[in-house]
């Protein structure tokens, strides 16, 4: 399984229903993008050390996946297609489905967008703020 920022982030907080998923997950793995907006992240946190510490020990455990020649392959097909769908999807984005497909492996994330990927599993976890949030404005 595949990463997406808000899902690093989302167990960097220990997330119940994240910190759930991951037990039962026998190959994690962090793509270099996410790795680089995380660390972006925690240089704006005031808990810098923490997270520093916290995401150097699981990238001990994870396996990184780097862009390769391989993955602008992937990247420039997924990037005409959501074109022509008239759907694109930020650029980091665009690498992390690349990443997805090239490997094979589901993403985790609560980025919808990404459900609009052909050839890539988009996983999600129930946020109960966001439930408490759209409960408080008359939504379902």
């Not at 982030?9 to 995380?38: K, N, T, Y």
């Not at 005031?46 to 699981?58: I, M, P």
């Not at 090239?102 to 109960?128: E, Y």
Request: proline share 4%; glycine share 6%.
């Amino acid at each position: 399984m595949i990463l997406d920022t808000n899902a690093l982030s989302a167990a960097a907080e220990e997330h119940p229903d994240v910190v759930a998923i991951l037990a039962g997950v026998q190959q994690l793995a962090l793509p270099v993008v996410v790795i680089g907006e995380f660390r972006y992240g925690i240089a704006q946190s005031r808990h810098r050390a923490r997270y520093r510490r916290w995401l150097d020990g699981l990238i001990t455990d994870c396996t990184v996946l780097d862009v390769t020649e391989q993955t602008t392959h992937h990247y420039a097909a997924i990037n005409v297609e959501l074109r022509q769908a008239g759907k694109p999807i930020p650029a980091n984005d665009l690498w992390i489905a690349a990443l997805c497909r090239q490997h094979g492996l589901p993403l985790l994330s609560q980025d919808q967008h990404f459900d609009v990927v052909s050839g890539i599993q988009r996983l999600a976890w129930r946020d109960k703020a966001l439930d408490q949030d759209a409960g408080s404005h008359g939504r379902p």
